[in-house]
């Protein structure tokens, strides 16, 4: 089971032949007893969106398809936004992605990386510090290849 929003119930009673007023009357005693929450659908919704992979902004953008009431998802998105890492999401979903760091070796990889983590909503400067980090197991070129030559 999941949370629906108002819109998404209104669409499916309306759907399934019920009058506009016998609709709105369900939906008002649905908020009323506490099964339906406008705040509580967006909450959820951008918690799952963004398990996949996507930032607080483009899960919002999808709830408001989803006819999430504005004034709600504003103050959700907000709160997302305020705990949201996006360097640390973005560095998390290209490990997953791409757990050998092949795009290092190939440039049509680095390029469909690039477009995937810019369609999940990562802006430019972000996807490029992360795509630029050496995983822990690479050597920088200035750490650990010189001998010190003091000490010989």
């Known amino acids: 089971m999941r949370e629906y929003c108002a819109a998404e119930l209104r669409h ?8 506009k007023d016998t609709v709105e009357d369900v939906l008002r005693q649905l908020r009323e007893a506490g ?20 930032t607080p ?17 504003h103050e959700v998105l907000q709160e997302t936004e ?6 640390q999401a973005c ?9 050998q760091a092949r795009r290092r070796q190939d440039a049509r990889i680095w390029r469909r990386q690039v477009r995937f983590l810019r ?3 990562f802006d430019t400067a972000t ?5 630029n980090e050496l995983p822990d ?5 200035d750490e650990g290849i010189h001998e010190d030559i003091g000490n010989s």
Not at 12 to 19: C, I, N, S, T
Not at 57 to 73: E, F, H, S
Not at 137 to 141: G, H, I, T
């Open 12 to 19: 499916r009673l309306q759907d399934k032949g019920f009058a």
């Open 35 to 54: 099964y339906l929450s406008e705040r509580r659908f967006a909450e959820s919704f951008l918690r799952s969106r963004i398990r996949k992979g996507e």
């Open 57 to 73: 902004r483009v899960a919002a953008y999808r709830a408001r398809q989803r006819g999430v009431d504005d004034d709600v998802l």
């Open 82 to 87: 305020r705990v949201f890492d996006a360097e």
């Open 91 to 99: 560095r998390d979903l290209l490990i997953r992605r791409d757990p």
């Open 119 to 121: 369609n999940k909503g």
């Open 127 to 131: 996807i490029l510090r992360v795509m």
């Open 137 to 141: 197991n690479e050597l920088r070129p």
